[in-house]
C-alpha cells in the first residue's frame, strides 16, 4: 500500500544551525505535501504544505522542497532557536487519503 | 480559527469495557477523521468520514466502529476494549478532500487495563 518514510527519526542540532527532515512517498497520485509540528502534550499543527504544482515554498526560517520525479520532499528550518524543538510530520495526499510519515524528534541544543 | 474538540484529554477504562471517544469541530467541515498515534508509529488512520453516516475504514480499523450523525460530530468506538488499544487517539477534520489542511483536536490518552 501507499506509505510515506521520514527520517531521521531523532535529530539534534545546536542553536543557529540549520535541520532538514526527508519524506519519500510511494502514490503517484500524491499532490499535497503537508508539515506538522507537535510539541510535547499539544496537537500538530500545519507549519507549512507545498501543492504538487510548486517545487519550494519559504515561510520565514521554514521551507519546503519537492521533487516529483524521485518522490520525496524535505523540510529545511534554518536559524534554529530551542523552540523549534517538537516532533515533526510529514504528509502526503492525492484524491482523500492522507498518509503520515513516522516523525522526527528535533531536538535544538542551546 | 477552526475549533476541534475531544471529549476527554485523560480517560483509563478495563479490558472489556465499551468506550466512546467523542470529536467535535465548529467550522462546518465536511471531512473528519480519527487517528492513532504511537511512538516510532507516527499518525495511523482508522477511520475517516466525508458525510453523515458516511464512514470508510483507514489503516487500522480493526476493534473499532465509527458513527457520525451529525456534520459536526464524530464518535469513535472501541466495542471492547484491549490493552493494546492503549495509545493517543486524535481527531481531525478538513473542508475537502485531498489537498487541504487537516486541523487536530487536542487529543485523547486512553490506557487500558
Known amino acids: 500500500g501507499e506509505n510515506v518514510e521520514q527520517h531521521p527519526s531523532t535529530l539534534s542540532v545546536q542553536e543557529g544551525d540549520s535541520a532538514v527532515i526527508k519524506c519519500t512517498y510511494s502514490?503517484?497520485?500524491?499532490?499535497?505535501f503537508p508539515w506538522y509540528k507537535q510539541e510535547l502534550g499539544k496537537r500538530p499543527q500545519l507549519i507549512i504544505d507545498?501543492?504538487?504544482?510548486?517545487g519550494e515554498k519559504k515561510d520565514q526560517r521554514i521551507a519546503v522542497t519537492l521533487n516529483k520525479t524521485a518522490k520525496h520532499f524535505s523540510l529545511h528550518i534554518t536559524e534554529t532557536q530551542p523552540e523549534d524543538s517538537a516532533v515533526y510530520f510529514c504528509g502526503s495526499s492525492g484524491t482523500y487519503k492522507y498518509i503520515f510519515g513516522t516523525g522526527t524528534r528535533l531536538k535544538v541544543l542551546a | 480559527d477552526v475549533k476541534v474538540t475531544q471529549s476527554s484529554r485523560y480517560l483509563v477504562k478495563r479490558t472489556g469495557e465499551k468506550v466512546f471517544l467523542e470529536c467535535v469541530q465548529d467550522?462546518?467541515?465536511?471531512?473528519m477523521f480519527w487517528y492513532r498515534q504511537d511512538p516510532g508509529l507516527g499518525l495511523r488512520l482508522i477511520y475517516f468520514s466525508y458525510d453523515v453516516k458516511m464512514k470508510e475504514k483507514g489503516d487500522i480499523p480493526e476493534g473499532y466502529s465509527v458513527s457520525r450523525e451529525k456534520k459536526e460530530r464524530f464518535s469513535l468506538i472501541l466495542e471492547s476494549a484491549s490493552t493494546n488499544q492503549t495509545s493517543m487517539y486524535l481527531c481531525?477534520?478538513?473542508?475537502?478532500?485531498?489537498?487541504?489542511?487537516?486541523?487536530f483536536g487536542p487529543g485523547t490518552r486512553l490506557t487500558v487495563t
Open positions: 502514490d503517484s497520485a500524491s499532490n499535497y
Open positions: 481531525a477534520s478538513t473542508p475537502a478532500l485531498g489537498r487541504y489542511e487537516q486541523y
Open positions: 507545498i501543492r504538487s504544482n510548486v
Open positions: 467550522m462546518d467541515h465536511e471531512n
